[in-house]
């Protein structure tokens, strides 16, 4: 995706920007029928310090992996530069403080329960991106790219900023308005804009908005982040049984009934959607591993 100034000598309409105090019922309401803005200054250094010191300790320990590319479609034009660091909640004490932040989580709370009783957490994870192309522009909600879209996003997401993001190391790129376009229907290049922010300040924007990772094309700067996303709660079983069924036992079961369980990936790529149902950005099914005999693989039918 090309920087704003540069597309065919058009203006893409900017993104809302708010600082403190902020006016948390107009950011509500940009959100809401706009789709995104910024807010400057969110997270303060401390605890972005500690957060990077937390992900660097773990990468020491148990080493760093690129972002598998588990499907063409979701990973397309994702470089191998791609890092990135997920079941923050497993893994990096201080997440919690970003996760339920006095000024996200009631907005997440205002944008999804007008469609639901109670929200859960999509996905908390550390990303850092080096140099290389540009992601395609798309809609997280394609995960459930059955589900009709309304005035009330399913979900939402937070993209909060531990490094600058700038148009030369590929500030994420978005199209104001865009959440509501008919299906078959996408934004001209010309329409998206890059969220270019300050360490500590966050990109709020419905999950419906067509966006992407923009190019990086620095020598060698890295783009690193926190991701925090949120969902209606009503788009799950209505048995927990990731919680009634714990890996021990669904590794004893057959496979098709693993796969019922949860333990294979949705991926609707083939009608433009993605998959969803990660386990540690990696197949589900690998929880199981560890309990299963490799002289007696878990049963078929």
Not at 53 to 62: D, G, R, S, T
Not at 87 to 95: Q, T
Not at 272 to 290: I, K, N, S
Request: net charge negative.
């Amino acid at each position: 995706m090309e920087p704003t100034e540069q597309l065919n000598g058009r203006r893409a309409k900017e993104i809302p920007r708010f600082s403190r105090p902020y006016d948390f019922e107009k950011i509500v309401e940009t959100t809401r029928d706009r789709g995104a803005a910024i807010l400057e200054g969110l997270i303060e250094p401390e605890l972005n310090d500690r957060l990077e010191q937390e992900v660097a300790a773990w990468f020491a320990k148990h080493g760093v992996a690129g972002t598998p590319q588990k499907s063409p479609l979701m990973y397309a034009h994702q470089p191998e530069t791609t890092i990135g660091l997920y079941a923050l909640c497993n893994k990096i004490d201080c997440i919690s403080e970003y996760i339920v932040h006095e000024d996200v989580l009631p907005w997440a709370e205002r944008l999804l329960k007008p469609y639901c009783s109670q929200i859960v957490l999509t996905t908390a994870h550390f990303v850092s991106k080096g140099p290389g192309p540009s992601q395609f522009p798309h809609r997280d909600t394609d995960l459930w790219v059955h589900v009709r879209r309304n005035e009330h996003p399913l979900a939402v997401n937070v993209r909060i900023a531990l490094s600058e993001f700038t148009v030369d190391n590929g500030a994420t790129f978005l199209a104001m308005d865009s959440w509501d376009l008919p299906d078959g229907k996408y934004p001209e290049d010309w329409e998206y804009t890059q969220a270019v922010m300050q360490r500590g300040d966050a990109l709020y924007y419905r999950a419906d908005l067509f966006h992407g990772g923009a190019e990086n094309r620095t020598a060698g700067q890295t783009r690193r982040a926190v991701e925090l996303g949120y969902q209606v709660g009503w788009l799950r079983p209505y048995e927990n049984h990731m919680l009634n069924v714990p890996p021990p036992v669904a590794a004893k079961l057959p496979r098709a009934v693993q796969d019922l369980l949860g333990y294979e990936l949705h991926d609707a790529s083939a009608e433009m959607g993605g998959p969803c149902g990660f386990y540690e950005e990696g197949h589900p099914r690998d929880a199981l591993l560890p309990y299963l005999n490799q002289e007696e693989p878990a049963k078929q039918v």
